[in-house]
C-alpha cells in the first residue's frame, strides 16, 4: 500500500485516506466484536460450575460432574449424574471463578434413559435442579427454538470446568465440530434422534457440560459422555485402532423452558431412577444408597400407585405414610415388573445389591389416585 500511495496523485491519496479510515474503522468494529465476543464467553464461562452428587453408601464419595445456570437459581445438567433420581441426595456445586458454594433444594426434573414418548424414542438424560444460591452470570433462554435432529455439523464450543489448586475454573475449549443425527452406538445400533456426536476436547468430569453455537452463542447441547469404539482403517482392514467418540443431547431453549414451566408435572412415561447407555451404564465400585423420589398425592387424594421395574443386583425399597414397607427386588432377569399402591407421601429408595454394578431398577407411570 505504501509503494502505491508514493506513486499517488493528492486524488489518490485522499482515496488511499478514506481507504485507510474504512480499514480502521473495520478493524475497530472486528476488535469490538471480538470484545463483545470475549466478555460474552466471560459471563457464561462464570454460568458454569462442579457439581457433586452423593448416591453412594458411603456418604463421602461423590458422583462429579459439570453443570450450568439457566437463571433464577435453575441449573441444567446430565440426567445420569443425579442417577435418574429426583431427589438432590446431598448435591452441592461449586461455581466456576468464585468462591460460591451452592446447595441443591429440589430436582424438579430428572431423568437418565432413553424413552419412548408419544411415538418417538427420545434421550432423557437431563436433569434440572434448584439451587439455594446462584451468581448473576446465566445461559440466556431467549432463542426460541427447537432441538436439532436432522443431519447436520455445525462449529462449536465445548465449556468445560478445571479444578486447579482447590479454584473451579470456566474455560472454552478450541472450536470443535458437533455433528447430528442419525448416530449409531458402539454396537451400530441406530440412538435416539436428539443425539449427537462432537469432537470438543472435553475435561475429565464435563459430563452435563453445556455445548454452544461458535457465532451465535445459543445452547445447542449437552455432553453426556465418551465411548471407545474401534476403528478399521479399511472395510479389509482385520486389526482395528481405538478411537473415543463424545456424545451429546441436542437441547433447545424451548425443552428447557417447558421443563421450568411445568415443574411440579413429571411426565409420568419417564423413569424415576435406573438409567441406560453404553455411555455411562459401567457400574460403580461403590454400593449405590439413594432416594430417588418422594412422591405427593394429588387431587385430594390420598395414595400413590407406581409401577417398579426390577434390575439386576439392585433394588427398590418403599415407605408409606402410613409405616407400610416394601423392598422390590424381583428376580434376578432383567424386565420383571410390578404395580404397587401406597399411602402418600411415598418415599423411595434405590440401593444395588453389589459393587460394580449399575443400579438399573426404575420406578414409572406414577398416577394419584
Known amino acids: 500500500m505504501r509503494d ?16 485507510f479510515a474504512t480499514a480502521e474503522a473495520s478493524a475497530a468494529s472486528r476488535r469490538r466484536n471480538a470484545s463483545d465476543t470475549s466478555n460474552q464467553q466471560a ?22 460432574c459439570t453443570a450450568f445456570h439457566l437463571g433464577d437459581g435453575y441449573m441444567a445438567t446430565s440426567g445420569h449424574c443425579f442417577l435418574g433420581a429426583l431427589d438432590c441426595n446431598g448435591a452441592k456445586v461449586r461455581w466456576a471463578n468464585s468462591q460460591m458454594v451452592s446447595n441443591c433444594k429440589k430436582v424438579v426434573f430428572s431423568n437418565a434413559s432413553e424413552s419412548l414418548y408419544r411415538g418417538n424414542e427420545i434421550s432423557t438424560d437431563l436433569a434440572i435442579f434448584l439451587v439455594d444460591n446462584a451468581p ?23 465449556l468445560n470446568v478445571q479444578l486447579r489448586s482447590g479454584r473451579v475454573n470456566g474455560e472454552f475449549t ?32 464435563s459430563d452435563g457440560s453445556p455445548i454452544i453455537d461458535a457465532t451465535t452463542k445459543a445452547l445447542l447441547a449437552i455432553h453426556q459422555g465418551s465411548s471407545v469404539i474401534p476403528a478399521f482403517e479399511s472395510a479389509s482392514d482385520s486389526s482395528a485402532k481405538l478411537k473415543s467418540v463424545n456424545y451429546a443431547k441436542t437441547i433447545s431453549d424451548l425443552d428447557l423452558i ?26 460403580f465400585y461403590e454400593k449405590i444408597s439413594m432416594k430417588i423420589a418422594t412422591l405427593e398425592a394429588r387431587d385430594n387424594s390420598e395414595t400413590i400407585s ?34 404397587f399402591q401406597f399411602k402418600a407421601p411415598v418415599s423411595i429408595m434405590l440401593k444395588s445389591a453389589h459393587t460394580g454394578i449399575a443400579p438399573s431398577a426404575w420406578i414409572e407411570n406414577i398416577q394419584s389416585p
Open 43 to 64: 459471563g457464561v464461562s462464570s454460568a458454569v460450575a462442579i457439581l457433586d452428587v452423593y448416591p453412594f453408601e458411603e456418604k463421602n464419595r461423590a458422583l462429579r
Open 174 to 205: 478450541n472450536s470443535c465440530r458437533l455433528v447430528t443425527g442419525p448416530i449409531t452406538n458402539i454396537f451400530g445400533q441406530p440412538k435416539t434422534p436428539d443425539t449427537a456426536i462432537h469432537d470438543c476436547l472435553m475435561s475429565e468430569f
Open 306 to 339: 407406581f409401577t417398579a421395574h426390577n434390575g439386576i443386583d439392585s433394588l427398590i425399597e418403599v415407605t408409606g405414610a402410613d409405616g407400610g414397607k416394601m423392598v422390590f427386588s424381583g428376580p434376578r432377569r432383567a424386565g420383571f415388573e410390578q404395580r
Open 136 to 158: 448473576q452470570a446465566k445461559f440466556s433462554l431467549t432463542s426460541g427454538k427447537e432441538s436439532i435432529e436432522q443431519l447436520a455439523t455445525q462449529e462449536v464450543h465445548g
Open 258 to 283: 417447558r421443563i421450568i414451566n411445568s415443574e411440579n408435572v413429571h411426565p409420568n412415561h419417564l423413569r424415576i431412577g435406573g438409567f441406560s447407555s453404553e455411555v455411562f451404564n459401567t457400574g
Open 4 to 19: 502505491v500511495l508514493r506513486k499517488a496523485t493528492l486524488r489518490n491519496i485522499l482515496c488511499a485516506t478514506a481507504l
